[in-house]
């Protein structure tokens, strides 16, 4: 059940559009795709890989966000900022029971359109870590919350 890389960081902001252009004009990374979380996003990726995701953060984030992957901080300034990190890793079922067997809470969520199934734990530190696993090693799992189910942000 090992972690293989680190996958992401998500920042969460005020004003998404001067993120998403600041790190782009500024570091050289490119917008790409992303699921369909219901809720404005951006992934930029360096090379073939999604490194920074952005999201609305602060007192007004849309439910769906809420709903589907919590909300640590409402700061959208200093290093409050940082929701989570991710990593990818295998060995759903062995870390599940891993988990449950150190008294480790966890939620389980799912996007259709991404081929992963998440598991969102807290640090010590109450830092939020997401953990990616194919989907494929869910196995009939159904995540209590889908990204699918959720109702999508208006403009």
């Not at 989907?135 to 189910?149: I, L, Q, T």
């Amino acid at each position: 059940m090992p972690v293989s890389f680190m996958e992401h960081i998500l920042i969460q902001s005020a004003d998404i559009e001067a993120t998403k252009d600041w790190y782009c004009d500024m570091l050289g990374m490119k917008v790409g795709p992303h699921p369909d979380f219901k809720i404005p996003v951006y992934w930029l990726y360096i090379g073939e890989r999604d490194v920074l995701h952005i999201a609305e953060g602060g007192a007004n984030v849309p439910e769906a966000r809420l709903k589907y992957a919590g909300q640590q901080s409402q700061a959208t300034q200093g290093s409050g900022v940082i929701d989570h990190i991710a990593f990818r890793a295998n060995g759903l079922s062995e870390m599940i029971a891993h988990l449950q067997k150190r008294g480790v809470a966890f939620k389980e969520r799912q996007v259709d359109d991404q081929g992963l199934y998440q598991l969102f734990l807290f640090d010590p530190n109450g830092i939020k870590v997401e953990l990616n696993f194919p989907a494929s090693e869910a196995k009939g799992r159904k995540a209590p919350v889908m990204a699918a189910d959720l109702n999508a942000a208006p403009n």
